[in-house]
């Protein structure tokens, strides 16, 4: 019995000390073009396509995860931790405000800088 209270104990202790991971909206999930055509990442067309999805972030080579909620004065904030092609892994902020149902303003401050308007990708 003793046993049985010792192993609840540490886990309530382990889930009250994990941090909670955030999660994008469900009306926000899915991919966001720079581009109000194409939805195809295309570098040397300036075109990038981000995919949101319930606990990640990710655009170009670079996947974010472990996303963490943030202060925001206005939208969504969050800290993440990002990788591009399998490296280390380094924080960064992305910020999220919607300007209407099909346009979104995304900031990225850390793994890369990125300050732009994106469009929903049509189906």
Not at 12 to 36: E, M, Y
Not at 68 to 79: D, H, K, N, Q
């Amino acid at each position: 019995m003793l046993g049985k209270v010792r192993i609840a104990a540490a886990a309530a202790l382990l889930a009250i000390s994990t941090p909670a991971f955030a999660q994008i909206p469900g009306d926000l999930v899915g991919d966001w073009s720079s581009d109000r055509e194409k939805c195809e990442d295309n570098q040397a067309e300036g075109v990038t396509v981000f995919s949101l999805r319930r606990s990640t972030v990710s655009w170009y080579e670079i996947d974010c995860d472990h996303l963490r909620a943030a202060p925001a004065a206005s939208g969504l904030s969050f800290v993440g931790r990002c990788v591009k092609g399998g490296g280390v892994r380094h924080p960064a902020r992305i910020g999220i405000k919607r300007v209407n149902r099909e346009i979104l303003h995304i900031t990225i401050r850390g793994m890369d800088r990125i300050d732009d308007v994106f469009f929903r990708c049509k189906k």
